[in-house]
């Protein structure tokens, strides 16, 4: 982070971070109890390095940490994440199209694992498949690794499309209130397409939710059937070298988080936040970290403690509406033919 986006970061969050407590010389300024909450979230270390680092008191840094992650979640919410409307789908669904070569594909989803001590009582409900203690963090991303929309707090035992499901997102989706296009004709295939999301084997197929064909790897599968998937896996690793990049700028995630349940979902919500405020900044000044025109080679951007994918013995229902295989059909001879790119055989 440039001292100029601290600065900025430091004005839109001082008014509600500034502290008055009884005795003047105690007083922290905004910059420190934002700095603290930042080193906590780059660094991965632990409070009680923190308490010796700024000398601060241990029960100090921590309620300042759980309310600075709040309050950076209240303030940036509405300014970096997506609201949903007609007109933005429409301009992330251009990106997709123009970038991964995917047309009317309006976001890549997909659930991780944010890896955290077991808590007090909690016996199981966070015990995830990879014998870990974890809470969901089920996001949706652009073509350019901005995310859009996130469910927070679901619980680790739960399976992606489990938690897509029964999250506002996915009941948003099934409900219709989401304000997406209205499906319209792509050249080469007979009939409109509607508007849809890209995810793994572990989510349900839909006419808003496009996953790959089963089997992949087997070399009985159809030719057709792998150029399909390779060219949906394009656009759907938007979401794990998003949370790749996450996890490499906020490493706190790189190892199991020791905090409440309350303090970890704050935590969560300020990176999010965090990460799309930052690289919004930091790319119209010129001075990103990272670029997003990325080439096909470079799609091992991820990170382990974050991939959350689940096998596909435990995969999402493979049963699904007729209209569902039929789009998934008309996309699949679109990527073959008319929106065939000269370079996807030899990609299998």
């Not at 808590?119 to 996001?139: C, M």
């Not at 989510?203 to 087997?218: A, H």
């Not at 229902?317 to 008309?330: F, W």
Request: proline residues 4%; aromatic residues 10%.
């Amino acid at each position: 982070m440039s001292s100029t986006t601290f600065e900025e970061l430091v004005c839109l969050v001082g008014p509600y971070v500034s502290r008055f407590p009884n005795f003047r010389k105690d007083t922290l300024v905004v910059g420190e109890i934002l700095s603290c909450t930042l080193r906590y979230l780059a660094s991965g270390d632990s409070m009680m390095s923190l308490v010796y680092s700024f000398r601060m008191g241990h029960s100090t840094i921590s309620k300042l940490i759980c309310e600075c992650c709040l309050v950076l979640w209240q303030v940036l919410e509405k300014k970096v994440l997506l609201t949903p409307s007609i007109f933005n789908w429409k301009k992330t669904a251009r990106e997709f199209e123009d970038k991964w070569n995917l047309p009317h594909c309006v976001a890549a989803i997909d659930g991780k694992h944010i890896v955290h001590q077991a808590f007090s009582n909690d016996g199981s409900t966070h015990f995830n498949y990879k014998g870990t203690h974890s809470t969901v963090l089920l996001a949706m991303c652009d073509a350019n690794y901005n995310f859009l929309l996130v469910d927070i707090g679901a619980l680790g035992r739960c399976s992606d499309g489990g938690v897509f499901r029964s999250s506002n997102i996915g009941k948003a989706f099934a409900n219709k209130t989401i304000h997406l296009p209205e499906p319209v004709d792509i050249d080469g295939v007979n009939g409109p397409i509607p508007y849809f999301i890209v995810g793994d084997e572990a989510f349900p197929l839909t006419k808003y939710l496009m996953r790959p064909y089963p089997g992949r790897g087997r070399s009985t599968m159809p030719k057709d059937e792998e150029i399909f998937n390779y060219r949906l896996s394009r656009a759907r690793r938007t979401i794990e070298n998003a949370f790749g990049i996450l996890a490499s700028r906020f490493r706190i995630f790189r190892k199991p988080i020791i905090a409440s349940e309350k303090t970890i979902i704050n935590i969560t919500k300020a990176t999010i936040v965090l990460h799309n405020f930052i690289k919004k900044l930091e790319t119209d000044a010129g001075i990103s970290m990272y670029n997003p025109n990325i080439s096909c080679s470079a799609s091992n951007m991820q990170t382990d403690e974050l991939q959350g994918l689940v096998p596909i013995n435990r995969a999402g229902s493979n049963h699904y509406s007729s209209n569902a295989k039929e789009i998934r059909d008309k996309l699949k001879m679109y990527v073959n033919h008319a929106g065939a790119l000269e370079y996807q055989q030899r990609q299998l």
